[in-house]
């Protein structure tokens, strides 16, 4: 995993010579269950707003064939994790289904001061810990991803193919948890389509704020 200062992957940091001027970026955390198509939303969303920088989540689970170390997560190993937690330089993190995952902290904050608008894709544990952090919280807005069905759900995990059925089960089984968390979330988006997902989670990100990057 990079160190905090590692930020020359992204081009949104081209220009950030002053940022005294800026008001803050905004923090959007985009929650729900596994396979409701998260990051299915979210490649859409890169198409439609570029400039959008998401965070790159740490986690112990294993690469999935497809997967870039150091792109889709920073693989690391329980050790790691463990270190990165006791260097309180996660901001959130959380067990899911067996593995850990959270997000690194320096890279959210240096964006937030810079005036970039950034986007966490995390589960629902690590969006209460986001809600409950002093200074980020009240400022976060919370969408919840849910799928058009609980049936619908169950099949795109299996459609997706990447898990064995021990680990679906546990993955349905905190869907179920999930899905009652809904109401604690700032705004609902519904799966059903990708494209209108998308196209409704951009929408409410320019709306929560005029002037943001998001439009
Ligand atoms: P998550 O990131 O929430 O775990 P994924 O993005 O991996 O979920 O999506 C899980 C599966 O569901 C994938 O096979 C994806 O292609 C499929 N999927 C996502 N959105 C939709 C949709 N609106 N309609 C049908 N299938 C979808
Ligand atoms: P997957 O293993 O399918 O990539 O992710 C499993 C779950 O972990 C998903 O719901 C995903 O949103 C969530 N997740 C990914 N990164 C993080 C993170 O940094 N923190 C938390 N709390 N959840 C995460």
């Keep these: 995993m990079p160190r905090p200062t590692d930020t020359a992957s992204s081009p949104a940091c081209a220009d950030r010579a002053d940022t ?3 008001p803050r970026g905004r923090l959007f955390v985009l929650s729900g269950p596994s396979g409701v198509g998260k990051s299915t939303v979210l490649e859409q969303i890169r198409l439609l707003v570029p400039q959008l920088w998401y965070s790159v989540s740490a986690t112990t689970r294993k690469q999935r064939p497809g997967e870039v170390d150091g ?3 920073h693989f690391v190993t329980h050790d790691q994790f463990a270190e990165l937690v006791e260097q309180e330089r996660l901001l959130e993190h959380a067990h899911f289904a067996g593995n850990r995952y959270g997000t690194p902290r320096d890279p959210v904050e240096e ?3 810079a005036g970039e608008d950034v986007l966490l894709e995390i589960e629902v544990q ?4 986001v809600r409950a952090a002093p200074g980020l919280g009240a400022e976060a807005v919370l969408i919840f991803l849910a799928p058009p069905s609980f049936d619908e759900l169950a099949r795109r995990l299996v459609g997706r193919g990447t898990e064995d059925e021990a680990t679906r089960t546990a993955r349905l089984d905190a869907a179920r948890d999930e899905l009652a968390a809904e ?3 700032d705004h609902t988006v519904v ?3 990708v494209k209108s997902a998308a196209a409704g989670l ?3 990100m320019a709306e929560s704020r005029p002037g943001s990057p998001v439009r």
């Design 20 to 22: 005294s001027e800026r």
């Design 71 to 73: 792109v889709n997560y």
């Design 183 to 185: 109401p604690e979330f």
């Design 126 to 129: 690590g969006a209460r810990q």
């Design 202 to 204: 951009v929408q409410l």
């Design 111 to 113: 964006r937030l001061a």
């Design 191 to 193: 799966n059903t389509d």
